[in-house]
């Protein structure tokens, strides 16, 4: 079963669950050894159809570490956390985590952007 740790410490995925805002990107780097890589792929993929098919879900990428890295950067934007929330918690979602391999560690973490003038508009 996969194994969650917190990407920061001090706020956990828990707690920002709890946010009403909107809209926020999901980060979540996932690492297993390189040669679980291609299980990793097959059921992120799964995760991702289901993910795709709920209330409030914009888009995702998934990003691989290059030289054979077994590391894994999602990048997914919902409308809101609260739809985030909804789908993340569905009994079905959570079901499917069984199937990723015993080796993977994952860190979901939830992001907004940041208005930096004249840099990055939010």
Not at 51 to 67: D, E, N, V
Not at 72 to 93: D, G, M, P
Request: glycine residues 6%; charged residues 20%.
């Amino acid at each position: 079963m996969i194994k969650f740790a917190e990407m920061d410490e001090t706020v956990t995925l828990a707690s920002q669950l709890e946010d009403e805002g909107g809209p926020v990107v999901l980060i979540n780097t996932f690492t297993v050894p390189p040669e679980d890589a291609d299980a990793l792929l097959e059921a992120w993929a799964k995760d991702a159809a289901l993910m795709k098919r709920q209330p409030g879900f914009i888009s995702t990428q998934l990003h691989r570490g290059i030289a054979g890295s077994g590391t894994f950067l999602n990048y997914a934007v919902w409308q809101s956390t609260a739809h985030f929330r909804a789908a993340f918690s569905k009994a079905e979602f959570q079901t499917q985590l069984e199937d990723y391999p015993d080796t993977t560690t994952a860190s979901p973490h939830l992001f907004r952007k940041v208005d930096v003038p004249g840099i990055c508009v939010s």
